[in-house]
């Protein structure tokens, strides 16, 4: 069973810098994109950002240039490096994935992390 487990948050002044990592393990897949999405209280989640496999990036408009999305494909790993902190970007961020299980037939799935807390004071 695939499982995407995340690090990285924790508790930080506006301002100050986060890197947040998800790895991907478990059984044999090969990664397509990976992303991480945030969810602040009673609002929905939103898109942070994505990234291929090739390393083609997305970002929503008010993370960019403020975050940075990367990977290691060895790793199966994702990472989101966050710098100019806000208070507003305090949410619970998700790591995302999308993958072929290899079976057969391979299987094209979607997982998530459990999530991790950011938050940042004023």
């Known amino acids: 069973q695939v499982q995407l487990v995340e690090s990285g948050g924790g508790l930080v002044q506006a301002g100050g810098s986060l890197r947040l990592s998800c790895a991907a393990s478990g059984g044999s897949f090969s990664v397509t994109t990976m992303g991480w999405y945030r969810q602040a209280p009673g609002k929905q989640r939103e898109l942070v950002a994505t990234i291929t496999r090739g390393g083609n990036t997305n970002y929503a408009d008010s993370m960019k240039g403020r975050f940075t999305i990367a990977r290691d494909n060895a790793k199966n790993t994702v990472y989101l490096q966050m710098n100019s902190l806000k208070p507003e970007d305090t949410a619970v961020y998700y790591c995302?994935?999308?993958?072929?299980?290899?079976?057969?037939?391979?299987?094209?799935?979607?997982?998530w992390g459990q999530g991790t807390q950011v938050t940042v004071s004023s």
């Open positions: 995302n994935a999308e993958l072929w299980v290899l079976v057969t037939p391979p299987s094209l799935e979607n997982y």
